[in-house]
């Protein structure tokens, strides 16, 4: 045997086994190796097992992190080599997945298991072990699963490099005559695997008699119905349908053999399986990321194994009076305001399109029907990929309406990142615009087609449409089904992914509805108001909230192509006196608002209140566009896809709290100030430790710097197939974790400080980036800069990394002049800057141009600050 | 209490020196040539002669051992018999003299070997590892003195990273005049972060090693100030402070460690005694980032820098404009 890193010398055994497998000769043993931790447990109180089962061409050293984990968590872990594969014997015979099921069965015997089990498989290991869960469910206590899958549909091609791993002539000289399947498989790691656990992995497989096993577990897949195993393989498939116990999946999604496909195909076996996609992880998911920790977590919170108290139930929900989200436009449209504008689409040429409210209310009746009479309804995912106006409130307050769950991801984030997240949420149908429906035929996302506009016959085969919105609208009249219950979900939101990838924000129909009353109570938007939409999140709720909406006409990919001509021009189609934007649509605004006509003038200015909401904007920002719409009160609410509103502060309040801040008031100052917590939401600082880790109790203590929690109504219910990372937004329940830090003042006004994930740890104590940014922002010659952390944490140098002022292609020091000046304001803050580098751009987000990517700034500086290749910023 | 400073005529041992007299110790003084320091007494001699590093180190309470071949060139058995052996003589004679407390003055360099240190903790010394005779029997020389450390013998190692201050003729001088001679480019810009110490602040580290001997014995602290720079600021402060203009032109750090492996060849193959104008390890030393975790030693020994590095290069530019 090599070194195996990572493992124990004494978890590996062996023991003999009699083996009852109708593929070996009665009175038959085999040898199998096995890892076990059950001498690092002693005698005290073990929770239970963990039965390991690896597939192919992996062994039990794929589950070392699993067996150092279960040592430490209490639990006993076994893992083991199947036959034929690992240090186990090689049995000269083919063992189909019928045997390897009763294999196991009699390797448990053997070894001699007691107190609950948990079946832990990965790959076919995921099959084998569930075959075992389905047939030996008395001490059954859970099921993990990582990237496997148990079913292959007949009319679909198993996975291409199977294919061509099972192709003749490639067989038998890619997996066992050669080392090439095995190779392959092990270079699927994210990232790649360290040469020691290389060799370790492929220790037991050096000689081709070696790799037989390898070989004949590819040809054990059932490809069709007439495959020796395909009976044992539905029976398992079907069988674990029943399944009680709880389950949880853990996913790769780069997985090229498993794709989402088989995860979504075991979501609807497991229906309550607790799922996380790791989504930067592959095949061995247990390789690319910490599963083990995310096992022993869920292990813990689901209360599985002896001796375990029943974990935390949810807080009881504020039963409120719930008042579902579409309610109001089948309510005014029976009333006087019936023949009202209730929504309207600005074009590029010709009048705006509009929808009265009756009109609307049919629509979404019809196209409800549509969808119903296409065997849409509760629990469906359908992803909207439709830029907002008519059709897409239209299909929102539809699909709301049957029970179906919207999925909503913004165009802002990119095609690569659009694309992660139309998978991730695995949609059962897409409805999009043409453009959408291509990406959605290019990039091969999940799901049925039906297309937003009309399209040519042509292009509906190519682009496997089976309807389009007009086909729905048609539809024969179907009776409604009820309303969905208040708590079902309603709705996947996608962040904005500025801060990693975009994470789907689930929320129920009744975490909606309090959205929107959160919305009206704070800024008194309801029936009778006119809204100009230019900011997503916000646009959904004008027909929610009773307000007639109009979407200007802009490219919703880029808020930054707001004009302000397309400003005014909505805002008169409706008379609007709200306007809802983003900060980089208004910078546009502004710089576009010389060529106005007086007409344009008159209609900005009867806007009485304009909201900018997604990112912070700077306060000279703010007071130039007071003058563009000199009658509006400037709102800038603070929130995030999780919550959308937490905070809420007006211009006026801005400039008290800079005057309080100047005056020296306790706590005021060091961020952005966002205001008073909303009515209805509980809003304190979770104080960080010297590590810059979140972990003091809550408190609303004025100047002390925490992670920021949330309690409210309208905060999300959890995130989407991301088990782990909603245990750990929910760690301090009721609240939910931002992953924001700041800080209240003496009057209660919270002031954000940055991202708990970009806060630094010097030598002098605990960094915030956004008060030293702003103070830098102050100084000649730069426009924009980040404050990050080089070094290891403890003992980080600071860094001003800053954009402007300079002509310069690439990144240089700061001259003499400035990086004193940087250095004077930073000491004020007692912080030392170990260096100021001058960038000609910081990298931003797309979808606000204005949250800096630090985590990437920082990365790039601990190069460029090194003196290697620091590659581009 | 009597302490026997050795090599006092450099930059840092007089200062250390110095120190002490400040703090009203009896400082006795051993190095070939006069200290000049006021207030403690000199004993002249060699670290080489076993005879006079006895006679000097009798009746002292405690030792701060400075002394050293600093130096690119120069036969390794050179380095040995001053760095290693003078050590070892002087540990033997301070334990037979009733010395308990020691403070070996080492360096950074004999745990590393030329990549980039960043936040770095203080690694055990290692000769194996270490790039060039001086690195090499420096850490030789400090691993025989820790292991000589007892409760009753008490020794640690102080390891000051890059000392400047007025009187340096290492680096302020070297840097200052080629910089007037417009022979000093930056390595890749000169943006690679650097921690150095202010002279005075080595000085009072290695009294307070002394101070706290019971418990820093046995172990090694690297020294700095904790203010990390680019070596582009730090050479922009020396010229500043010296009166010329700071290098305004960079040359590839890759090209300048090639050439400096070139001219180390050639200069050893030539036989030349003064310092090279570059060698590989400077290239290194002027390219890669060099800073350090100073938590441990802080807290061990209850030290803090007093001498920031902008007051460090006024008093520096004071002591050019006298």
Known sequence: MVALPGVDPSWSAFIDVPSTSGADAPGTSHRWHYLDNGRDLGDGSVKGTLLCVHGNPTWSYLWRSFLAAGSAAGWRVIAVDQLDMGYSARTGVFRRLAHRITDLEDFVAAVGISGPVVTVGHDWGGVVSLGYAHRNREDLAGVVLTNTAIHQDPDRRIPAPLRLALAPGVHGLGTRTTSAFLDVTLALARPALDPAVRRAFRDPYRSAADRQGIANFVSDIPAGPSHPSYAALTETAEGIRSLEVPVLIMWGPHDPVFSDTYLEDLAGRLPHADIHRFERASHLVQEDADTAATAMDWLAERGIGAAAPPAGTAPPLDPGDYVPLGRRIGDLASGPEGPSTAVAEMTPAGPPRTLTWRELDDDVAAVAAGLTALGYGTGTRVSLLVPPGVDLTVLIYACLRIGAVIVVADAGLGTRGLSRAVRGAAPDVVIGIERALLAARALGWPGRRISAGSLSRAKRTALRVEASLGDLRAARPVSAPPEPPADADAAILFTSGSTGPAKGVVYTHRQLSAMRDAVQRTLGLGPGTALVAGFAPFALLGPALGAT?????????????????ALADAADAIDATVVFA??????????????????????LGRITLLLSAGAPIPLPLLESVQDLVPAAALHTPYGMTESLLVADIDLSGLRAAAAAAA?????????????????????AVAPLDGDGAATGEPTTGHGVTGEILVDAPHVKDRYFRLWKTQQDAARMRPWHRTGDVGHFDAEGRLWVEGRLGHVLVSAAGVVTPVGLEQDLETLDGVRLAAVVGVGPSGTQAVVAVVEGGTARRRPHLADAHLAAAARAAAARRGVDLAAVVVVPALPVDIRHNAKIDRARVAAWSGRFLAGGRAGTL | MTVLVTGASGMLGGAVARHLVGEGHEVRCFQRRPSGVAGAQDVLGSIEDRDAVTAAVRGCTAVVHLVAKVSFTGASADFDRVNIEGTGFLLDAARDAGTTDVVHVSSPSVAHAGTSLVGAAACPADPGRARGDYARSKAAAELLALARSTPAFRVAAVRPHIVW???????????????????????????????????????????????????????????TNGEPRPIAELIAGICRAGGVAPPSWSVPGALARGAGAAIERAWLALGRTEEPPMTRFLAEQLSTAHWFDQRRTRTVLQWEPTVGIDEGFERLARHYRR
Not at chain 1, 549 to 565: E, F, I, W, Y
Not at chain 1, 586 to 598: E, W
Not at chain 1, 671 to 680: Q, S, Y
């Open chain 2, 165 to 223: 201050g007025p009187g340096d003729t290492q680096l302020v001088e070297r840097v200052i005049d080629r910089a007037r001679r417009g022979r000093l480019p930056l390595l890749d810009g000169g943006v690679a972060l650097i921690d150095t110490t202010y002279v005075d602040n080595a000085a009072s580290a290695i009294a307070a090693c002394l101070r706290r001997i019971d418990a820093a014995q046995g172990q090694a602290f690297v020294v």
């Open chain 1, 549 to 565: 909406s109009v979407t200007p006409d802009m490219d919703v990919t880029a808020p930054r192509t707001l004009t302000a001509r």
């Open chain 1, 582 to 603: 983003s900060p980089a649509a208004l910078r546009n605004v502004l710089a576009t608002s010389g060529d106005l006509d007086p007409e344009a003038r008159t209609a």
């Open chain 1, 663 to 683: 005056a020296g008031l306790d706590g005021a100052g060091n961020g952005v100030c966002v205001g008073l917590p909303v009515r209805g939401a509980h809003v």
